[in-house]
């Protein structure tokens, strides 16, 4: 392995864990405040996959959705750093590949939790 790639890998360790720890305080703080803010991977959820908003809303979902965001944003970090191209082409593939990684992985996501809370 070039040291490039180590030092992407790295990078993107990083990225991820400050990722996570950004969404999943902002998600705590947002649940314990006594003003009802949207939580944006919830309002999703909700109105996507029809999952009610207690299933939902707990420390356990909120930990998955940090993790689930940190992965999204680390793995088109690394991927785009990897390709030598020019910048404009690496933001456009970063944009496209956020909005792919989001709506494919909050769908699986969805599935799953309607086919478990159709369980309870």
Request: net charge positive; aromatic share 16%; glycine share 4%.
């Amino acid at each position: 392995m070039s040291t490039e790639m180590i030092v992407n890998i790295v990078l993107s360790a990083i990225a991820f864990i400050f990722v996570f720890l950004f969404f999943y305080i902002r998600d705590m703080r947002r649940l314990k405040s006594k003003k009802k803010k949207v939580i944006t991977e919830v309002k999703y959820l909700m109105l996507r996959n029809n999952i009610k908003e207690e299933y939902l809303l707990n420390k356990g979902f909120l930990a998955l959705t940090a993790f689930i965001n940190a992965f999204i944003i680390s793995a088109v970090f690394f991927f785009i750093e990897v390709l030598h191209w020019h910048i404009l082409f690496k933001l456009m593939l970063g944009f496209v590949l956020t909005l792919a990684l989001i709506y494919s992985i909050y769908g699986i996501l969805g599935n799953i939790l309607e086919k478990r809370s159709e369980k309870k």
